[in-house]
């Protein structure tokens, strides 16, 4: 008689939630995504702009990333109200999940960088990487708002992020 087959255990999920006005972040976001995807193959990895993306969506994941500008000193507005929607919902039915950060910024990113660790450490979300800050070096306004284009060696530490959270998840190291 053929024993039974075991179910096969559901396919982990990395979400990586982003926002960006000009183009850096979210080119961080797919380079993270993409490298991320080819590290763990067997992993569902889902990119969604932080105003699609629901408390549901934080509950389902395995591993998060967050990646934004910083505007004004602060995390962009849009990526705020995510955190704003979603805080309470997802609170205390987060902990202990995997996390990592991307900040564009023009020359700073620390004040975004610390408002998304403190919401983070409220979530008691487990930080797995240092966060990475690209600075677009962008200083006036035309060069602030136009497209951005990001060197490779920037996308490549996205890279490098991906696929560390993903292959971090897909070891069960985290
Ligand atoms: C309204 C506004 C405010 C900004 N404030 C800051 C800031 O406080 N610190 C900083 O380093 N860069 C600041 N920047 C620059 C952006 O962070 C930078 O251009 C970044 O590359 C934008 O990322 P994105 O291309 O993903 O939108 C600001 C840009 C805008 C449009």
């Not at 000193?73 to 704003?84: E, L, N, P, V």
């Not at 960088?113 to 990475?132: C, D, S, Y």
Request: charge should be neutral; include cysteine; aromatic fraction near 6%.
């Amino acid at each position: 008689m053929q024993a039974p087959r075991e179910a096969a255990p559901p396919a982990r999920t990395l979400l990586i939630v982003w926002w960006s006005a000009t183009g850096a972040a979210r080119a961080l976001a797919e380079a993270a995504e993409r490298a991320a995807g080819a590290s763990a193959p067997e992993m569902i990895i889902r990119r969604v702009r932080c105003d699609q993306t629901t408390d549901n969506d934080l509950l389902r994941a395995d591993a998060l990333i967050f990646a934004c500008p910083e505007m004004l000193g602060s995390m962009a507005g849009m990526m705020k109200d995510f955190f704003d929607r979603t805080y309470y919902p997802a609170f205390e039915r987060l902990a202990g999940k995997p996390y990592a950060l991307i900040v564009s910024a023009g020359s700073d990113g620390q004040g975004a960088i610390r408002q998304m660790q403190r919401i983070a450490a409220g979530w008691r979300l487990r930080p797995v990487a240092e966060p990475l800050l690209v600075c677009t070096h962008a200083q006036s306004a035309e060069a602030i708002l136009a497209d951005k284009r990001l060197p490779d060696s920037a996308l490549e530490q996205a890279r490098e992020l991906g696929a560390a959270i993903a292959s971090g998840v897909s070891l069960g190291i985290w």
